[in-house]
């Protein structure tokens, strides 16, 4: 058998970093079932529900620029910051701390009454804004210590580098 030649390999390589290429973008749906509960799914909902949200998600590949400590930390402790229009400097400040530090993270703005059930549904008391969510550990109204110990004991770095 004789071995393989340079177009082979070239040939070889396209096709292998082909399959590498960034994925495309999956759908989410979330809507209200007939027993008023929120249901997630990356399934369309059943014909019967008329209002839903459809929302296209990419996957977080991770930027190979995060220090490693941060993209560790987001696997383990994914950050929230959930926010309302009218939150005003509070919110701003909370998403200002986040961006300095360098913390990856998604905002919600809760801006109907399905999402203050589901908020109310998920941590079992009213929303109260800002509110920032660490993996499972939450804090409710921007308290600067309190947010940085959150952050901290997760393993997020001091401050973006």
Do not use: H
Request: glycine letters at 8%; hydrophobic letters at 35%; aromatic letters at 8%.
């Amino acid at each position: 058998m004789k071995p393989a030649g340079p177009r082979a390999l070239l040939s070889l390589l396209l096709v292998t970093l082909a399959g590498a290429g960034p994925a495309a973008a999956q759908s989410a749906y979330r809507w209200v079932d007939e027993q008023g509960r929120v249901q997630y799914s990356d399934q369309p909902p059943p014909q019967a529900i008329k209002k839903f949200e459809e929302r296209n998600v990419q996957p977080n590949r991770g930027n190979a620029q995060t220090p490693f400590l941060t993209r560790k930390a987001v696997a383990s402790f994914p950050v929230t910051l959930y926010t309302s229009k009218d939150c005003g400097k509070p919110c701003e400040d909370g998403r200002a701390l986040l961006q300095k530090r360098g913390v990856p993270f998604s905002e919600t703005t809760i801006d109907s009454a399905e999402q203050v059930e589901a908020f109310k549904a998920r941590f079992g008391k009213e929303p109260f804004v800002p509110t920032l969510v660490v993996g499972k550990q939450t804090e409710s109204g921007l308290a600067e210590p309190l947010w940085q110990g959150l952050l901290d004991n997760a393993g997020y770095p001091a401050a973006k580098r």
